[in-house]
């Protein structure tokens, strides 16, 4: 997982220039804005760089909303990213739990309400921020559990070595139970 710039990346995947364009103008004075024009090229930039939350429109030509976003959440990489379905058609409670299941964290209908839409966006790049630091500690204290193992392996176990090494397991743990679940 590569940290998120200072502003952290938005993807919008729209099909629509119109649409992309009205998004990243919302969006870009608080998050750097990444545009796909289709899911094929959405799936590449998310090959390529970590998006706190990908903006996605289900009626596409080709691959379409939910077809990309089964493929996201199959990604190691992009399995946790929120996905915001994004549809102008579609209005029944059908189409919107088939988005769900697909993999969607939300689904909006258009017309989108610029401030709920806003909203929104700043609540999900909270959750996978304060995910992804927690990951970056899981991380570490793993590299330092390993050290530890190394040295234990090299010198004889002493209990002081080993209350620090059941400590640092409780860490890890306890910064597991932390994590945010996205709903999937």
Request: proline share 5%.
């Amino acid at each position: 997982m590569t940290p998120q710039p200072v502003k952290p990346r938005v993807l919008i995947v729209d099909d629509r220039p119109a649409n992309r364009l009205a998004f990243e103008m919302l969006l870009a004075p608080m998050y750097s804005v990444y545009i796909a024009g289709d899911g094929r090229e959405a799936l590449e930039l998310t090959r390529l760089m970590d998006f706190a939350v990908i903006l996605l429109d289900v009626r596409m030509p080709g691959m379409d909303g939910f077809e990309v976003a089964e493929q996201l959440r199959k990604s190691e990489r992009t399995a946790y990213t929120p996905i915001i379905f994004m549809s102008a058609y579609d209005r029944s409670d059908f189409h919107a739990k088939k988005g769900y299941v697909a993999g969607a964290t939300d689904y909006i209908f258009s017309p989108v309400d610029e401030e709920l839409l806003k909203y929104k966006v700043a609540t999900y790049v909270q959750i996978f921020l304060r995910n992804e630091a927690l990951w970056q500690q899981v991380t570490h204290l793993k590299e330092t559990v390993r050290a530890l193992e190394k040295q234990l392996s090299q010198v004889c176990r002493t209990e002081e070595i080993e209350r620090e090494f059941r400590s640092l397991e409780s860490q890890i743990e306890a910064l597991k139970d932390q994590l945010d679940p996205l709903p999937r």
